[in-house]
């Protein structure tokens, strides 16, 4: 195949956040940042984004306006090639691989096709079903990282994206105790950053020893001008899309895609939520045993779908219109709302369970019980008249 002279995809400037980026580079040319933070924020937010411009940030080698994006640092930053930003994020467990040295092998391999894919793809909608986790394996090579020295710089950081996955190690928080002491005390020139959806997920003693940094969603209209300019979309498109994702560009991707990953969790979610609803606890039954005995950390996403179905209800039940987001539904929100004849109380009291089932879910228990336990208890708390 003859050389090619086409550049490979430069991957988009960091929308938004301008004042919390401001101070974060002001607390790094003071070196008034910790060694170790904990961004947090809803999924898809750009936590991970905002922590690698941070280490861009630190490690680039302009005199002021960094990151600059021109400088060799920058540069190497951009295309995920900088030998001192270390990215790690959930994987699959690799299959038909025995031992931890074989393990930690196959997971270092994967993590890099997928950076590969990343260069290739910036642009890129998360999802899927697969069950991934950050495997002990995986933590003790970052911990080996850790101890040598920076290969270019005078720092190193370690970027650990939706850190929560480091707790369902088949019911054991094994990876993430073995991070408990490079994060208490890191070696010289190493930096962690942490990420996380669901930071009430993580160890309480992880959570101790990282700053907590809040990344809060972005306005639609910013993630609507992101799909129109970064993705060609449609403007009606991207305004559907940006209602949907709440703020998450990452999710916002997603919705782009009618046909798509996200979409099928919306409508999945939606058809749970008719069932309870429905008053046929014979349907509640046939819908648990739709779902796998294994793979709970897969269903992540829907049951986060289902709690936005259930806050939607909560709304048009209030006559809050304006606050409902799957307003293509609202005809039925509104039925199902006036004939349960919903509180606040209970919808708040339904969210709950929802979040109780999501805990369950990351410790990997079978999706079967704790899905069926579920649409049980939200059908006595939806339908109960009080």
Known sequence: MPPTNQQPPVPPRFRGHEGLRASLTRALDRDALPATVLIHGTPGCGKQSLALWLARARLCTADAARPCDRCGSCRLALRLEHPDIHWYFPLPRPKRVHGPGKLAEALEAARHERLAEFRRQPLRAEGGNEVKGIY????????????RRPAMSDEQFFVVGDAEHLVPQE???EAANALLKLLEEPPDGTRFILTSGKPGSLLETVRSRAL??????????DVAGFLEEECGADRNAAARA?????????????????EGFQAGQRSGALKLLRIVTGGKRAEIFKAALDFGPAGARGLLDLLGALQLWIRDLGAARLGQDRRVINADELPYLREAAGRLRLTPARVARAIDQVERARMLALGNVNPQLFVGTLLLELEETLNKMV
């Not at 002990?136 to 101890?147: E, G, I, K, N, P």
């Not at 990344?215 to 639609?220: K, N, R, V």
């Not at 940006?242 to 782009?256: E, M």
Request: aromatic share 4%; net charge negative; charged share 5%.
């Open 136 to 147: 002990l394996a995986a933590v003790f090579t970052l911990r080996s990282q850790a101890h």
């Open 171 to 173: 019911a054991s928080p």
């Open 212 to 221: 907590p940094i809040h990344l809060p969603p972005l306005p639609t209209d």
């Open 242 to 258: 940006a209602v949907l994702a709440q703020g998450s560009i990452g999710a916002a991707l997603g919705y782009l895609d009618q």
